[in-house]
């Protein structure tokens, strides 16, 4: 909805013309979900195969009013007919869309109808929205008659009200650019590194290719990422930044970097919006989101307006930073949902600050706002060696039994009669299966056709009561949504696998569209921006990030050299001890006196990471039983925030004694113990992931896919979190400590490779051999 400049003319897209000016009323979601972004392009494309040889698809229209240049594409012409279409698709009943979404269908069919009788010289024209539903592939035209006339009067008033805010967004675009072009660094220095980093982020702006950045922790990526991209803008003509974390304390460095930039220019007008997710921002969880059910929804785009104008001002105030609850004081203030006025707001917004799931996922908000208002947008990915994990999330789905059999009992009858065809189609999926654990390599027809029938009989139910289904029903219909749009795109990149569950006596087994490789749902992500920088202290080997996540060919690599030197790190390769499941055991003592002796020559504080909560119980019991004098506290699962923080308070300068935590969990990453509130880790797992049949057939797959089988399954998953968790000694140039890593496969010569370049390890045994002292634990070389 941003209006940009082109040539000294304003721009606005049709259908951000329109929600800006036709949306009135309530917010109401009833209508909803609506189509995925793929069934949305299917849907269309299925109608414009249907029409004659002579209609013209995707017809580019603009025009100009006053200053204002409005443009965008109508779906198709039937230049015989005389009729201009407009598609939307649904998946829902038709007759229970809302009064104000119809009229806002309408404004943009009116908006390209006068576009086009003015190229085309036509006095008069027929319009159609065409509603397409997507379960059913029927169409559903509704058809007016409109003289240009009519339509040129129409186009004016919609200008006309847009102007005078297109008009200050406009201002407000020439003096944040102009302000950007003499930004200077917030600090005094760039750190070793960080300028070589910010000319990189700078160059893949201006060339608009992706970057993919390894530099250590340290050097202030966030900040160093962001300035320079803030300095792009006004030459790349930049509409907008989004810098995209996987973790709450990812977001937060960037909006206090973010301050920090603005504190040292405090007359630049930069927009920064914080997203937060809906069950986050949400003030009625018990509500459902329209106006007869929340009192926040009930007026929305009457009030919109107002807050919109009051969030701006708010925002000048607080140096251009819209955090969360500066967004939720606006809203309340003018009785709106806090959610949606944050989606209104990134339109205005220079900067947005949010999870990766906003850009990656599925049904990514930022994603199709940029798409479709043709924003030009630079993308910041902030530690994403995460990408892989959670881009696999995004894109895999499960059905489970025991929540079909939890939605069953609380359906109503209608429901429950569908759910229970359902449940018999899903028997049959597994009625021959011996193995626990099997894949397939398709859903069969069948079962998608039941899942689909399920589907669309709870939404018609949904639509009409949304309060009287239970959240157990409701939960389910999102997730066979979620199952049927995977289905339909299944391929290479992914497993459809059966588990049987433990009651399978009765019938049940999980199934699961499970995504291995994202690269080709990423790929489009990527290529829909101007450029994306994709950053972390570990993004190696490059190899296997650019073949999960599916970056460009023409990707530009960095490797940052390190600003820490070897002398502050001892790293030792403990190679006597095993930590293969079935040393276990042997492996507790060795360990727990390691650990006491490293204590003994240097007490202070140490994270001790290990493969599993069982493993961090054993040796932790073991650990007090021996050494009862050495403070020690353990990680357990599923901590609250409280408790993490309980966690990490009891690293102090003045502190010492032992956490134990487990490897890539909570403590192994994204956290900072600088100086004596952390001199030492031992880390005595490879973080190989396990071996067991899922690991197994996704090894297959890689191999496949890749000729890499278990470096991508096991080695380079593992190791990365090792160098990550090993990455919480060191924080900055003056931190001295000591990282063992405990198991004798540590001195392969491939698992080596993957170190830090700087690392100079040492082998060194942890059990003593003769009795003094002196030769136990003694570095070998
Ligand atoms: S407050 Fe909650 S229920 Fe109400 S509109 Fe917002 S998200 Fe929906």
Redesign the pocket.
Known sequence: MTATTDKETLVVAVRALCDFTAKRGD?D?RFTPSPSAIEGMLGHRLVAMRRPAHYEREVSLSGDYKDLRVRGRADGYDALAGQLEEVKTYCARLESMRENHRQLHWAQVKIYGHLLCKRDGLTQIKLALVYFNIVTQDETLLVESHSAEELRLYFESQCESYLSWGRQELAHRALRNQGLSVLSFPHAAFRPGQRELAEAVYKSASSGRCLMLQAPTGIGKTVGTIFPLLKACAKQSLDKVFFLAAKTPGRQLALDALALIKHAAPALPLRVLELVS?VK?????D????GD?????QG?YDRLPAARVAAIDAAALHHGLLDKNATRAVALAHSI????LSQDLLHWSDVVVGDYNYYFDVNAMLYAQAQANQWRVSVLVDEAHNLVERARKMYSAELDPADLATARKAAPPAIRRVLDRLRRSWLKLHQDQSENYQVYEKVPPDFCVALQQTSSAILEYLTEQPLELAPSVQGFFFAALHFSRMADVLGAHSLFDITLAQDHGQGGAVLCLRNVIPAPFLTPRFAAAHSVALFSATLGPANYYRDLLGVPEDTAWLDVDSPFSAEQLSVRLVNDVSTRFQHRSDSLLPITDLMARQYAQAPGNYLCFVSSFDYLAQLLELFRARYPDIPAWGQSRGMEESAKKGFLDRFTPQSSGIGFAVLGGAFAEGIDLPGKRLIGAFIATLGLPQINPVNEQIRLRMEASFGRGYNYTYLYPGLQKVVQAAGRVIRNESDRGVIYLIDDRYMDAQVRRLFPSWWHPQVFRARRRVESEASAGRCLD
Do not use: D, G, N, R
């Not at 509500?287 to 329209?290: M, P, V, Y």
């Open positions: 917010l979601l809906k921002a949400c003030e009625y969880p509500k459902a989101c329209h059910s929340c009192p926040l929804a929305f949902c806090p959610y949606y």
